[in-house]
């Protein structure tokens, strides 16, 4: 299963994967070793991890351990860990339309292993995986992870059940299909092009939940805690960094998108901000730089995962920009936080 030398993905994708084979009762030790990757690199997330040898990994996981469902396991883990970054999103997005524009992509998330794609078909959503590497593109546990943890997590966060329609697969028919209709239900296509999950059109109205209770500590960046201003704020200000708010994890946040988002055009929007003696320039490196505090107080998110709610590409490129506000490394901060 060959890929590309320069392809990688986040430490927590392996991570997954041998926390599923240690419960299957494969020594996860072993089989870093047998790949030849320094266990170390797991104790950090920002660590990447060369595609190569994380499908090397997964591969003699699922051999190891005879269980030809193991991908719906790493799937729950997956779905499970990263709910820190999704529980975040619902204090930005309203409902499942807006989540699905904003989120991260998948490659951002993960790293090289494919893209989740959302497209309209009839009466219906799709939610499509297409992954990067060709050899994987039929492989089963990979597709089995992605649809799983994609169909959890889009279901924990909306306020009504989100149930799976239908589900495609680009492998064959396996012998045994109870594990698959427990997780997508009883209506599965093998063989096809693409690998995918069918649900309602109407889902994307849904409301997303209201994190309106304390999971696990303060949740230090929720909407409530940020944008309940006094009353001296200007409101078309707040309004503009609310929408800015919103749209950062997507990525690529313009003028020109944010004209869009508060229903504005762009010249409009310059000299409503100019008026107020403000810019989009500088509301935006406001919002991030006041974000990344809050945020850097949850000890629950990565600083990767900071990272991708700021809208940054990298970690490598939030970090640069947090240095030059404080004058200190995230981590660093964190850290004298922690003290």
């Known amino acids: 299963m060959p890929a590309s030398s320069g392809d990688s993905v986040t430490a927590p994708c392996l991570q997954a994967v041998l926390q599923v084979a240690a419960a299957l009762g494969v020594d996860s030790a072993k089989l870093l070793r047998d790949a030849g990757i320094n266990k170390d690199l797991l104790r950090a997330p920002g660590e990447r991890i060369p595609l190569a040898k994380y499908l090397d990994v997964y591969r003699m996981a699922v051999e190891r351990s005879g269980d030809p469902d193991m991908g719906l396991c790493v799937g729950h883990v997956v779905y499970f860990t990263g709910m820190n970054l999704h529980l975040y999103m619902t204090t930005i997005c309203r409902n499942l339309k807006e989540y699905f524009n904003v989120i991260p992509s998948t490659i951002r998330i993960r790293g090289d292993t494919g893209r989740v794609l959302i497209r309209s078909q009839g009466d219906f959503i799709r939610l499509e995986w297409h992954p990067l590497n060709a050899a994987s593109a039929a492989w089963r546990p990979l597709i089995d992870e ?60 849904y409301p997303l939940i209201d994190v309106g209770f304390d999971p696990a500590g303060d949740f230090w960046a929720g909407a409530r805690s940020v944008f309940d201003a006094p009353e001296t704020v200007e409101p078309f200000l707040q309004d503009t960094r609310l929408a800015i708010r ?3 994890p997507g ?89």
């Open 146 to 205: 992605m649809l799983k943890s994609s169909a959890e997590i889009v279901n924990a966060i909306c306020a009504l059940p989100v149930p799976v329609r239908a589900a495609e697969f680009a492998y064959p028919a396996p012998g045994d299909t109870r594990a698959l209709a427990r997780a997508f239900g009883s209506n599965l296509k093998f063989g096809c092009e693409v690998s995918c999950l069918y649900f309602s059109r109407e889902v994307v109205r």
């Open 246 to 248: 919103r749209a950062l």
């Open 251 to 339: 990525g690529g946040l313009t003028i020109d998108s944010l004209a869009r988002e508060l229903g504005i055009s762009r010249r409009t929007l310059q000299r409503r901000l100019s008026a107020l003696g403000s810019s989009f320039k500088n509301i935006l490196q406001d919002v991030r730089e006041e974000q990344s505090r809050r945020y850097l107080d949850d000890p629950r998110l990565a600083v990767t995962e900071i990272a991708l709610l700021l809208g940054y590409s990298d970690q490598a490129s939030f970090s640069n920009a947090f240095k030059a506000w404080c004058g200190c490394a995230p981590t660093e901060y964190r850290q004298r936080g922690a003290g």
